[in-house]
């Protein structure tokens, strides 16, 4: 564990955002965009799973999935530089551990499904019950890991 906050830190030295306050705005700034990106479309493939916004067709949900995977692209890596300014600070707390955790769990939701998705087609998975099912958690995980990080700002 030493190592890996070793690195960490190593790392938040090496990109200058441990030392620079425009650098650490820069990528707080990209990683709210990598959160809009990937939160507003989720949102919307989730609630069409859920049974809600039927208008949205197979062609609309694969574009957002893709816009999601864009915003899960900027989001997390810009969220580890964040944490690599003050790496032991964020590992002591535990609103920043329940964070990725929560994040965690939402990836391996996402994950799950477009496993599924890839196997039996995403028309199988509407209105059926393992998709609401994975709907259902991605919201509830996603709305967690935003208001947790929001709260770390507090702790």
Do not use: C, Q
């Amino acid at each position: 564990m030493e190592a890996l906050v070793g690195l960490w830190t190593d790392l938040g030295r090496i990109t200058g955002i441990a030392l620079s306050t425009p650098v650490y705005a820069a990528v707080s700034a990209l990683h709210v965009v990598g959160i809009a990106l990937l939160f507003a479309p989720i949102a919307l493939v989730d609630l069409r799973l859920a049974g809600f916004l039927r208008g949205l067709d197979t062609g609309a949900l694969s574009v957002l999935r893709s816009t999601a995977k864009l915003g899960a692209g900027l989001a997390v890596p810009s969220g580890i530089l964040l944490a690599s300014a003050r790496p032991d600070e964020y590992l002591a707390n535990p609103t920043f551990l329940a964070k990725l955790a929560v994040v965690v769990l939402a990836l391996a939701n996402a994950v799950a499904f477009e496993v599924a998705a890839r196997r039996l087609g995403l028309p199988a998975l509407l209105d059926r019950a393992a998709g609401r099912l994975s709907a259902l958690a991605s919201l509830a995980l996603w709305l967690a890991a935003i208001g947790l990080g929001r709260w770390i700002a507090f702790t």
